[in-house]
């Protein structure tokens, strides 16, 4: 015989790695550690530095602001979590803001809305469809539609932004439930969302798992198409959900709104440890990352800090608290 | 022979005149192939021989050149692993196909994930956890369902694969080398389940290198050779691995191990007190130049650890290594390659080859510092140095391709290349002969015989005992992260080897298990 | 084939001033029977671009090229270069200034002019003094520094204090969020000094969510539709607008009549400004600010 | 039996998988066959559609505009290939303007060219350090140093453009040698250059192993830190002189020059079929990504397509010609 190989039966030996507690913890944990706590570092140092930081209206601020970008971000979370990338995220806000204010000028509120997320969703089938289908690669395909979109945009538009949205709708932005401003609670509620469909649903775990490794995830039965494109349509819907805060905010629809938001929802997700290799990383730590993007500029604009060097510091934090964070993560 | 058409309601998958052609290569031509309903056909063949060609056609991972494949008499026409699923076939592939940063549980059933809502939408751990559980229990394996898939040894995670697999109950199951990675008590178990599903009704077709293997279980064996089927015979018509070598080779017989070199020079390399907290303690060992220094051990004893500390890729707690009476630390790979100590991998896809560079490179990669010491590459050079390399070590196919169009077997080939050719005088392989076929493996030992006979010092981890027996001067046995025993050639003995491999795990059962009791 | 052509050359063509201002050029050189070539530079950030654009329109053989210069120093090269071939470069809102190039012609509202007139809006809005907070434009772009900076210039002595200064992407949410904070900051800050209408659109927004419309004054560039707005619902006191279709139109006459050889009676035409309160909002001659509402680019 | 294991000599034995041509060569072929033929397709359709598209003046025209996109792509391709990223292209590009013009106005255009060079090369090495040492995922680094090197750009400039840069460094952007314009062809250098580096220098080697499986490289020798430091070190250097041919061409220093070439730059390089996952491609596919969107652009602007619609058929051809790359390439 040839195979004499020596082993046990391994139940009865026991495993170095099953040791203590399970992985999967302790190294989500080691994970979040790094970001809130450089998130908690500048909320404290805002809160010494400047005496209107640590105010409710302040906070409901903030989170006025951030509720856009969280919406975006949790919509790109689930892309990058595939392993792909939605870079058209940034002129989608534009587009669904000219068409949902074009519907609500001519036919009210309902269908204004509706109007938006069926464009934002139409936006997400398409990438997905370009990417899966067409074989692109998600950076060109998804950059392909910003310039689309943007075009469209303008074209609808004609360069101007729409007016005559009802003031009933434009009045949402500033909402509050019980103090709380409704567009927060709205990307809040989009957050919890997007972590239970992440984490309790098939659809999530493979996300997970065509992100992790799409070869394994094929070979196993998955259809990535599908999963890509899903993705990529819960990330124009999202996009719809921030235009339409931001539309409402804003009050007009507007072909030029949100352009910033493809990098810097990309920079929120990263941020929060999401790997843009796929696979790993949770919209817990996103929603990090949006807080921690959102307070640095308003604290900077608190504490009245020049626009250029405003820039340099904003550079500095991103590179600190990452780098505060791996340290703090792989202690090898 | 025995190629009589079966009648047709036996044959649950059958196989006509498929051809398989890529760029340059002909993987599979005119290969005739039927699995009969409630029996386990081998698949044989040296590397490169086609077999995983034939299976991943089978599974629906690629589409045949030419040819057809019915299933329970139907003509199907696959495009995706997920058609042949519903087909009823299920397969458990050559290459690891693990997603790392889920848990073992989700891995197991990914793909097949248990829903708690009639839709199917929600996803249940507790459901994922409980199936995993109950065929790890099948299986005969203790791997925690929670821990993360990259965290376990690569025999660990073949053991998740082929769970994986026999969740989905599959009335076909496609096995390609299943027990390449695993240790012998876990493959005489999936040995036995096969049977057992044979006998359940299931058909198998199992891929393996370790021909006792097939003549233990299999109903049917057929064996390929450059693409082509040699013969498929029934298992009473075959007497013993010698002959089914001689079909896969078709040619003379020769040893298989060389005799080990008598020509042993002074010490080369020495660690003495080598800790990393939780994985392993104490290890000393000094190796002479000349010497092949083997080291056995269970599935997760920490050898591959062991090894990857001493070349710079793990940190090491405490400890140092002394070569040629110098001791140092070694900060890095790099800078073991600049001393003279290289590693093979026993990972060769994740840790061993950059599969996007072809044969050529790979070849040098370790080896350029030297070859080129401008910075200048002459690729003239690079061509002729990795073709002779590849020469020797009867490598089969195109060094110019990309390495991960390479077969198996082939592709450890170009990593044990790639040690060599690094001029280091410590060699360190990490499961040399995993999945390679038996004229490689004659090749390897020759090439790791001839490495000691020019003055090397040679470190061999194996899960294969009769492999290290045979060509080891000595052998180190460790044991839950511990050296526990150090045999001379003469004292090699099997049970005692077992004993100090048991030794470190106290209060386990200390038995060895039943099927190396024979 | 055919027509003549005219090129012209933006920064960028989204928003309402470009919109405006590219309606007037158009549809004069159109009358005057060109065809007209528009080529977009993508924003503020690629005064290269803007270079690329004009050798790209000299290859055109247009009769003339009118540019919005992202930088009017930027052009040197460019504008000798149409010289060269004998076009004609014409300032479209801003003139193309250049330490060697003696310029075409343009037809302009002096950004320095405007500053002033803005100054001269914020000592009406604050005849006791009080404090500004300003959102000054893109980063780099020349309008908006040569705006500023005599905006600054001029409200000097009239006990108006800065207290904040930001530059900003032009874009109506980001000014929405930058003066959000700074009316945090700054709560008793009594004017909003922004750059275009797109900043004062944001500004108004911010102070009246906070409730303080009035309270915190709006002082803008610029009247597009939603500016009028802001004004009308009560968050903007004082626009100074450019006569922005009157600029475009201007322009193409001056190239029209230079490409036929012709020498304008003037070549720098300032085209004077309209400064609007809340009062006379009604009054606004909006032809020559606006274009019609179904004119497509 | 257990030594009694037998094998065979093999050599003798004729192989057909090696009959044919090797796979080598047919693998690189159909990889490039796709981006060429689209951007012949483009330039066809722009000959017959424009009378001055096939002109002499416009090819000069063309060459100088892509020469710029072209430098900094070369430097993209390097870091691209190391599967990492280069974001800060875009802002590098305005420092390296601003600080080069302000030596120049100082003390001629040698030293002015020096420093924008070590300005660039500084930045790579910022890059490089922050990626390695601190373990900053690159995006997020090179994302943090877009704002550091913008803010920087404007506050050295205060926000205004440089003037004072010598006539005869100016006059360079425009001077043709043999009716080639000088600009196109310090690029094409930087093509050759970067090309005959990455194939035939041990560092570009090095560069491949480590995007294809940095694991694998690591263990055999490889010095992934200095791979990738060199790689940025490239990018910031290639970014310089990009810088420097635009600071001719505009003639001033200027602090917002090249805000689009951080996604141009990697749209091109992903264009000519080079990997975001690293260790795949070829510069000579970026130097054809870098010519089809050149040529489109200008080929639109012949044509007198409207703004916003050239937006949209921007976007169209991008994802055009990427799937027809794609179709003919895997033909599965
Ligand atoms: N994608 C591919 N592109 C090109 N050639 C390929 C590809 N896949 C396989 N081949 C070639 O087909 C031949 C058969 O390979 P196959 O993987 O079927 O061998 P095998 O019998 O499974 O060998 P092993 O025992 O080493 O696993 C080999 O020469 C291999 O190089
Ligand atoms: N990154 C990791 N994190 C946690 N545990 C790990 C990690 N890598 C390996 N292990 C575990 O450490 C133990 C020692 O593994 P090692 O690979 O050194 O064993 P080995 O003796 O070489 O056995 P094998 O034959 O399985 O390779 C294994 O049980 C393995 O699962
Ligand atoms: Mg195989
Ligand atoms: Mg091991």
Known sequence: ?332 | MTDEPASPDDVVVQVRELSKVYPGVTALSNVEFDLRRGEIHALIGENGAGKSSLIRILSGDSRPSAGVLRVNGKLEHFSSPQDARRAGIVTVFQELSIVPALTVAENVVLGNQPATDLLGRIYSRRLARERTRSVFQTLGVSIDPDCRAETLSTGEMQLVEIARALLLDAPVLILDEPTASLSDSEAARLLDIMVRLRNAGKSLIFVSHRLGEALKVADRITVLRNGERVETRERHQVADTSELIQMMVGGRLERLFPTPNTNIGGVLFSAEGLTRRGKFEDISFAIRSGEILGFSGLVGAGRTEVMRSIIGADPLDAGRIVKHGVHFRVRDPRHAIETGIAYLSEDRKGAGLVLSLSGYENIVLSAMPRMFRSGYVNWTRVRAVASEIAQRMRFRGQLGSMTSTYSGGNQQKIAIGKCILSGADLLIFDEPTRGVDIGAKAEIYQLLHEAAEAGAAVVVVSSELPELMNIAHRILVMSAGRITGSFARSEFDEKTLLAAAFAGHAGANDKAPESLAA | ?297
């Open chain 1, 1 to 332: 015989m040839e195979n004499h190989k020596m082993s046990v039966d391994t139940q009865s030996v026991a495993h170095p790695k099953t040791k203590g507690f399970p992985a999967e913890v302790s190294l989500n944990r080691l994970r979040q550690f790094g970001m809130p706590i450089a998130l908690i570092v500048i909320v404290i140092y805002f809160s010494l530095a400047s005496d209107v930081f640590l105010t409710g209206q302040n906070f409901r601020n903030v989170a006025l602001q951030a509720a856009a970008l969280s919406a975006v971000a949790v919509g790109q979370c689930f892309v990058i979590l595939n392993a792909d990338l939605d870079l058209s995220v940034g002129s989608a806000v534009a587009l669904i803001s000219v068409i949902s204010a074009m519907a609500m000028a001519a036919a009210g509120a309902p269908v204004g809305i509706a109007a938006g997320l069926l464009t934002g969703a139409a936006i997400g089938l398409v990438n997905g469809l370009v990417v899966t289908r067409l074989r692109v690669m998600a950076f060109i395909a998804t950059l392909a539609m910003l310039s689309i979109a943007q075009g469209l945009a303008l074209r609808i538009s004609k360069g101007v932004p729409i007016t005559g949205i009802p003031g009933s709708f434009a009045d949402l932005a500033f909402a509050n439930v019980l103090g709380v401003p409704l567009p927060f609670l709205i990307a809040a509620a989009l957050v919890v969302l997007g972590f239970l469909t992440l984490h309790f649903t098939r659809l999530g775990r493979n996300i997970y798992a065509v992100g992790g490794n799409t070869e394994a995830a094929r070979l196993s039965g998955i259809s990535v198409s599908k999963t890509k494109i899903a993705a990529y349509v819960v990330s124009g819907l999202c996009a719809a959900i921030a235009s339409l805060i931001l539309t409402a905010r804003v009050g007009t629809g507007q072909p030029t709104l949100g352009a910033s938001m493809s990098l810097e929802s990309v920079a929120a997700v990263v941020l929060g440890g999401v790997s843009l290799f796929g696979g790993r990383g949770s919209i817990a730590g996103v929603a990090i990352g949006v807080g921690f993007v959102s307070i640095l500029s308003n604290g900077l604009n608190l504490l009245n800090v020049s626009s250029y060097t405003q820039m340099m510091i904003v550079g500095a934090a991103l590179i600190a608290a990452v780098a505060a964070d791996q340290a703090l993560t792989h202690k090898k």
């Open chain 3, 1 to 297: 084939a055919g027509k003549p052509k005219i090129g012209i050359a933006m920064p960028t063509v989204e928003g309402d001033w470009y919109s405006a201002v590219l309606y007037g050029a158009e549809t004069e050189a159109e009358k005057l029977g060109y065809e007209v070539v528009v080529l977009d530079a993508g924003g503020f950030g690629h005064p290269e671009k803007q270079v690329d654009q004009i050798s790209n329109l000299i290859v055109q053989q247009v009769k003339a090229i009118l540019t919005d210069p992202i930088d009017p120093a930027t052009l040197d090269g460019a504008v000798r270069t149409a010289h060269q071939t004998g076009i004609p470069v014409i300032g479209l809102g801003t003139p193309v200034i250049s330490a060697n190039i003696e310029p075409d012609a343009a037809a302009t509202s002096s950004q320095c002019q405007l500053g002033e007139l803005m100054a001269d809006g914020a000592k009406r809005l604050l005849p006791n003094g009080g404090t500004i907070a300003a959102l000054a434009g893109p980063p780099g772009a020349y309008w908006a520094t040569e705006r500023y900076a005599c905006f600054v210039k001029s409200i000097a002595g009239a006990k108006i204090d800065i207290v904040a200064e930001r530059n900003s992407e032009e874009d109506p949410a980001t000014a929405l969020s930058i003066a959000n904070d700074l009316l945090q900051r700054f709560p008793k800050v009594s004017l909003f000094y922004a750059a275009d209408d797109t900043y004062g659109v944001g500004a108004g927004r911010a102070i009246q969510q906070a409730g303080r419309c009035g309270a915190v004054q709006v002082l803008m560039a610029g009247f597009g539709k939603a500016a009028e707005d802001t004004m009308r619902g009560g968050c903007a006191q004082f626009v100074v607008a450019q006569r922005t279709v009157l600029i475009g139109r201007t322009a193409s006459d001056l190239a029209d009549k230079l490409a036929r050889g012709e020498t304008p009676a003037s070549r720098l035409v300032e085209v004077p400004f309209l400064s609007i309160t809340p009062d006379h909002v009604g009054e606004v001659p909006l032809a020559d600010i606006r274009q019609p509402a179904d004119w497509k680019p």
